[in-house]
């Protein structure tokens, strides 16, 4: 990475700006977005009923980085380096799946549940198992969520834990099952996609269905209707479930009521699925809104979990991944519609992909400047991209001053 060049950019960032062009485009910039902000950040990587049982794994990418998410014997999740420590080699393919134990396909390294290496065919009589097991990532859960961290040394996870927790645990994702998980190849930059999910001042036009249930003009706690939100807060209240807003820089939790006469996040505002994840008010509890930067996106409703996921692959293109749950004892054809389930965030993100996909290219043209953000109608996409420099700033006095100390 030239981080000279870098610096410069974030240099010629205006306050209340969207970034340099340069920030959207070079190579360059993404080899440093992955070092500097993915690897760095602690990332939302999926949810504790995608590996329920003893063996059972999700094998996913951040980036071109493979990781591995393994519950072990004694029931416990944990996190490590999908890289055999033999050549490399990618021990599990991505995706969910089961084993007893984690044998490589290419020389058959086999690693038990916690990553320890039992097998090692044709080494010489000095070779140490236990100094080849796989690599270690940290890993944490909050009420059935998964969260990782590909640093040595994380950042504090304990007010997200100690705050995200009352919000999120009725909402059951402990007792969930994923009924439906599609992937979009958006050719755009991560940034892009990103701040398009962080801001709805192009909801009202661009998502003619979301609006419908959602509050899109809403600015940042999603309470455009005075009366009707306080109306909402006080029966959450009744009920013992918190609003919040809770949050640190890095992420941000609320729960918020939906349209007026809307008890569901549907096409038509009505339920869609019979076996609730959370009972407490018939259901009608509008949506519990967590979002994590530098990457996703939830809403959590009485019915479903709906989880939003934007990994960079090049400059010019993001995997955006979404994820919905619901109980794990819903039956699908009795309990639930699949197509009716997912068919508002289905058509939500085919339609962001447009808007970023447009947006990538007008950010190429030699006349673009970057212009300023509504503090409005963009307070989120605002604080995403404010956060997203500091977070590169530091990174960069940190590598300065280390190499001071090198010299």
Not at 6 to 29: S, V
Not at 68 to 90: K, P
Not at 195 to 222: D, I, K, M, Q, W
Not at 257 to 285: Q, R
Request: some cysteine; aromatic content about 10%; proline content about 7%.
């Amino acid at each position: 990475m030239d981080l000279a060049a870098i610096a410069t950019l974030f240099g010629a960032r205006r306050p209340g700006h969207a970034l340099p062009q340069g920030l959207y485009l070079d190579p360059n910039t993404l080899a440093f977005d992955m070092t500097a902000i993915f690897g760095e950040s602690w990332l939302l990587a999926g949810f504790e009923a995608e590996v329920r049982a003893p063996g059972d794994y999700l094998s996913m990418m951040v980036g071109h980085w493979p990781i591995l998410i393994v519950r072990g014997r004694d029931g416990e999740i944990r996190g490590f380096h999908n890289s055999c420590r033999h050549r490399g080699s990618v021990v599990c393919p991505p995706g969910n799946g089961s084993a007893a134990r984690l044998t490589c396909p290419y020389h058959r390294w086999t690693y038990d549940l916690n990553g320890k290496l039992l097998a090692a065919g044709r080494m010489p009589d000095d070779f140490v198992k236990a100094d080849h097991g796989l690599r270690p990532i940290h890993l944490e859960s909050v009420a059935g969520a998964m969260f990782i961290c590909l640093s040595e040394t994380p950042p504090d996870f304990s007010t997200l834990r100690r705050q995200l927790t009352p919000l999120l645990a009725p909402h059951n994702l402990l007792h969930a099952k994923v009924a439906h998980q599609s992937t979009l190849v958006e050719h755009a930059n991560w940034k892009l996609v990103m701040e398009n999910g962080r801001e709805c001042y192009h909801c009202a036009t661009g998502h003619p269905e979301l609006a419908l249930t959602f509050p899109v003009n809403a600015s940042t706690y999603f309470d455009v209707d005075k009366e009707h939100s306080a109306g909402f807060n006080a029966r959450m209240e009744a009920l013992g479930l918190p609003i919040g807003p809770a949050e640190e820089d890095w992420w941000q939790a609320s729960r918020f009521a939906l349209n007026a006469g809307m008890t569901a996040m549907t096409i038509d505002g009505k339920p869609t699925v019979k076996k609730l994840m959370c009972e407490t008010g018939d259901g009608d509890i509008g949506s519990m809104r967590w979002a994590i930067e530098p990457h996703s996106f939830c809403h959590s409703t009485a019915e479903y979990t709906f989880a939003f996921f934007a990994m960079p692959i090049s400059p010019t293109e993001t995997h955006v991944i979404g994820k919905w749950l619901v109980h794990e004892d819903a039956v699908e054809g009795e309990d639930y519609d699949l197509e009716r389930l997912i068919d508002l965030w289905t058509r939500t993100n085919l339609q962001d992909k447009q808007l970023s996909e447009n947006n990538q290219v007008g950010v190429k043209s030699p006349g673009y400047l970057p212009g300023p953000y509504s503090p409005d109608a963009e307070p989120l996409a605002m604080r995403f991209v404010d956060w997203y420099c500091r977070k590169a700033e530091a990174y960069l006095a940190r590598e300065r001053g280390a190499r001071r100390a090198a010299a």
